[in-house]
């Protein structure tokens, strides 16, 4: 053990214990209206700016949230750490090439999961954005058809046909978890609120139990030993679950500023604290009956930022955990939209083909004759 405080829960699963993250619980020098202790996620409130040869100081709060600004990882220990002393072999800037291949998976048409394994130490990730390629896109065929309504009409009215297609904006975020934690079985708990490829790295000896999804309108997860089973929730079956997940705390610094200043009357405030108050014990009941923990006292992440790390800190190089290539990985996704793996350019061109080929097809195979003044 690195000194880790492990708290035990005993979370009304038969013969299980599940261990919190390790994470002390910080009070923020605001007032706690919400009902609810709030932790910054991944790091410590105020960090000292400067300094560069500390990982904290790359790391600062907005709005109430932390968020990295350089080559840091979030951890479960109240501080952030050199990715270099937490991967060994990282690639900067994530994936130089797409994915081997992609699996599709079913994500959940119901309001609960399958209880973690007994034992498992179950783990609670946030991530709101990150900046690593995945060279993984998404697009919906609502999408195509909305592009081609437009490419006709600039056609009809201007003879134009270009087709501007920005990759970046179809890309899924990459994210790396890299899991130390060789004592105990862990489950992973992943929060995010937009489409994003987790890719797990992990030590040798490693035992992952399950994953868990909860958000996003695509999941996908690459890096996992054989045969771990995964589950998604997704943005559109939290909503008619009237699941609201709670990944940041609702009370900000913004907020209360806007209060102090009179934007928002003290009245009013104390309506919105008092719906936020019900959206984040809601949310704590249901992830607490799912997991055994509560999730507002026991997230692991920053708002954004590329790694997270689960488990010990590394204390030399043989005990980094093992980065792999994105593109030596098959992935496992959960999505209702049109996938494509490839380069920036593969995608744009792909995308500007699907649409010119719809356009034409509704044009009865001659773009000209839509053309005002056309023959």
């Excluded at 994470?23 to 700016?49: E, K």
Aim: charged fraction near 20%; hydrophobic fraction near 40%.
């Amino acid at each position: 053990m690195d000194g880790r405080v492990l708290l035990v829960a005993f979370a009304g699963l038969v013969g299980a214990v599940l261990f919190l993250g390790g994470r002390s619980v910080i009070l923020p020098d605001i007032p706690l209206a919400t009902g609810g202790q709030m932790v910054p996620m991944g790091g410590l409130s105020g960090q000292v700016q400067g300094d560069r040869s500390d990982p904290n100081s790359y790391v600062t709060e907005k709005a109430g949230t932390m968020r990295a600004n350089g080559p840091v990882a979030a951890t479960e220990h109240l501080t952030a750490q050199f990715i270099g002393k937490v991967l060994d072999g990282h690639r900067r800037g994530g994936a130089s090439a797409p994915p081997v291949a992609v699996i599709p998976f079913e994500p959940q048409d119901r309001c609960s999961f399958t209880r973690p394994a007994a034992g498992s130490r179950v783990v609670n990730l946030v991530a709101r954005s990150s900046n690593l390629d995945t060279h993984t896109y998404l697009y919906s065929d609502e999408m195509v058809r909305s592009r081609t309504e437009g490419f006709l009409k600039n056609y009809r009215e201007k003879g134009s046909a270009q087709i501007a297609v920005y990759p970046s904006k179809f890309e899924m975020s990459g994210l790396d978890v890299a899991v130390s934690e060789t004592e105990f079985p862990v489950h992973l708990v992943l929060h995010t609120g937009r489409a994003t490829l987790w890719h797990v790295h992990h030590q040798s000896d490693t035992q992952i139990t399950g994953v868990t999804i909860i958000g996003g309108d695509a999941a996908a997860i690459a890096g996992l030993p054989s045969g771990t089973p995964v589950e998604a929730l997704l943005n559109p079956q939290l909503a008619k679950c009237g699941i609201s997940p709670v990944t940041q705390p609702l009370v900000n610094p913004v907020f209360l500023s806007s209060v102090e200043i009179g934007v928002i009357s003290k009245a009013e405030a104390e309506v919105k604290i008092a719906q936020w108050r019900d959206i984040e014990q809601g949310y704590d009941r249901w992830f607490k009956g799912q997991f055994g923990i509560p999730s507002t006292t026991t997230r692991i992440g920053y708002e954004n930022g590329n790694v997270i790390l689960v488990g010990p800190l590394p204390t030399d190089e043989t005990e980094l955990v093992p980065y792999t290539a994105l593109d030596q990985k098959t992935v496992r996704m959960a999505t209702t939209q049109n996938v494509l793996t490839g380069s920036a350019s593969d995608f744009r061109d792909n995308l500007r083909g699907k649409v010119r080929a719809l356009a034409e097809q509704i044009a009865g195979g001659n773009l000209d004759s839509i053309r005002v003044g056309g023959n």
